[in-house]
């Protein structure tokens, strides 16, 4: 498989750039198609390439076989290069040829008016700096264009998977109709608590949505922005998780085309003093990709996790799945992420097991027990403890933990060994004496409370007396780090 900046390259052809601008000189180059982009690369003879264009499969409209051309730095429509022989250098050979793309092949020069009447070129039309239209013109191509241009539709038409979450997007166009017409309800900061979320808005995910409208229809309403962005900051100045959003970086962006006077900075410093997150990392200057197009679908996938779309998110996946062409570890790590998300771990247990495998392959401890540790605590969170212990006791005996031991890795082991200690009817007092042998070797200060809590249901499932002196010891614990 061929890459380029580490992208699969589906097509690829040598030609000649007619430039349309001043920014690039005529030159000969490279036309590759990749699976995102289409870059116009120029070779340097020296192993690099510099990248003239990086054009988003999302930002080309079209890729034709054009007619004569006049562009805007004085080329003619009689001859783009003004010469009126057929003769070049092939440029990756060094030798002379005599073809025209769209010429016929012949020996010699051509009139010039035939030339004119001959001569055509491949059109790269693409949308630039806003979506204003521009066009490349490429002749003397070694290759065959129309496989080119082949390849570019089908590989375009692959790419549509954002229309999907753009027809979820757009139906905010009601929402934004009723706060447009004074209506809040859907949008307006509203407190709410739980014990495991602690402080957070109920509307959040509401007003997220709605700016990610504004954003990609690129709407311009200035009281709508700054309507959701007082709202979304009360959110950031509550909110328990703190953080600080999506949301609020995206208001920013669209409020700063209104900031020209200074007129908002004094609510951008107010975001930027909202939370301890927001203090660290906030950018009143920040820049926003306003194209929804030109996300790719890993994007797209977290984008319909972020705005809560997720039977959205969920075909999306099955889009990814089905062009993953070699499963890899970090395929699968995506796969299992993603499932997570969609609250589809049980279908994570094959991949788990082939992580496992392929680490036992390489042989490094950390990444075994690591792979151990991930498919030991799915089973744990399936009450699946029969399977949690059989590969927990697996670990154990075919593994030489020394190089580990000092690391959170460790002791993220002996916690899923209390809570299958717990966890079993039968309790496998095997795999407490293993842990506690361990636990004993470690300080006060390498526990923590979890460790402690999980320790001590454990060693009263095995009847250890052991239990009072953690439980006494976890109680100075907490005492010194002030916790309740």
């Given amino acids: 498989m061929d890459m380029y900046r580490s992208e699969e390259v589906i097509e690829s052809l040598n030609a000649r750039l007619h430039p349309t601008d001043k920014r690039v000189p005529e030159c000969g180059c490279y036309i590759i198609l990749t699976s995102g982009h289409v870059f116009i690369s120029e070779d340097n003879y020296d192993g690099t390439y510099e990248d003239h264009y990086i054009l988003d499969l999302a930002q080309i409209d079209e890729i034709k076989i054009s007619e004569p051309y006049k562009t805007s730095i004085g080329y003619t429509s009689v001859s783009l290069d003004k010469k009126a022989g057929v003769k070049s250098v092939d440029r990756r050979t060094g030798h002379i040829r005599d073809i025209f793309f769209g010429s016929k092949k012949r020996h010699g020069a051509l009139d010039p008016a035939e030339e004119a009447a001959s001569r055509k070129f491949l059109e790269i039309i693409y949308r630039g700096d806003h979506e204003r239209k521009e066009h490349l013109f490429f002749d003397e191509c070694n290759g065959d264009p129309a496989n080119f241009i082949n390849a570019f539709c089908k590989r375009k038409q692959d790419n549509n998977y954002w229309l999907c979450l753009k027809e979820r997007i757009s139906e905010q166009a009601a929402v934004y109709a009723q706060v447009k017409d004074g209506d809040l309800s859907s949008i307006r900061y509203e407190k709410a608590y739980e014990k495991e979320r602690g402080t957070y808005d109920r509307n959040y995910t509401e007003r997220n949505r709605l700016s990610h409208y504004l ?70 200057d920040v820049i926003v990709n306003d194209s929804l197009p030109s996300l790719d679908l890993i994007d797209c996938i977290y984008l319909s996790n972020e705005l809560r779309y997720m039977d959205i998110m969920e075909q999306l996946v099955t889009e990814w799945k089905a062009g993953v062409k070699e499963w890899n570890d970090d395929k699968r790590e995506m796969l299992i992420r993603f499932n997570g998300l969609l609250g589809k771990n049980n279908e994570n247990e094959e991949h788990y097991i082939k992580m496992l495998e392929s680490a036992k392959k390489k042989g490094k401890c950390i990444d075994i027990v690591s792979a151990y540790n991930k498919i030991i605590e799915l089973y744990i969170s399936e009450d699946r403890f029969e399977a949690a212990y059989s590969y927990m006791r697996e670990m154990i005996d075919t593994t030489d933990f020394t190089e580990i031991q000092m690391i959170r890795l460790f002791k993220a082991v002996l916690e899923d060994c209390f809570e299958i200690v717990c966890g079993l009817s039968d309790t496998p007092v095997d795999l407490w004496e293993w842990a506690k042998k361990h636990l004993l070797t470690m300080g006060k200060k390498e526990k923590f409370g979890n460790l402690y809590v999980k320790s001590i249901a454990a060693a009263k499932c095995c009847g250890d007396e052991i239990a009072e002196d953690l439980e006494k010891e976890y109680a100075d614990w907490k005492e010194e780090v002030r916790i309740k």
Avoid: M
């Avoid at 229809?217 to 959110?235: A, N, R």
């Avoid at 909110?239 to 920013?252: A, K």
């Fill in 215 to 284: 954003l990609y229809e690129k709407i311009d309403d200035e009281k709508v922005i700054e309507t959701l962005f007082e709202e979304e900051l009360k959110d950031r100045k509550t909110n328990s998780f703190q953080g600080i959003g999506e949301t609020i970086q995206i208001l920013t962006f669209l409020l700063q085309r209104y900031n020209n006077t200074g007129k908002y900075s004094g609510l951008f410093e107010k975001a930027e003093n909202a939370n301890f997150d927001c203090a660290a990392g906030y950018d009143k």
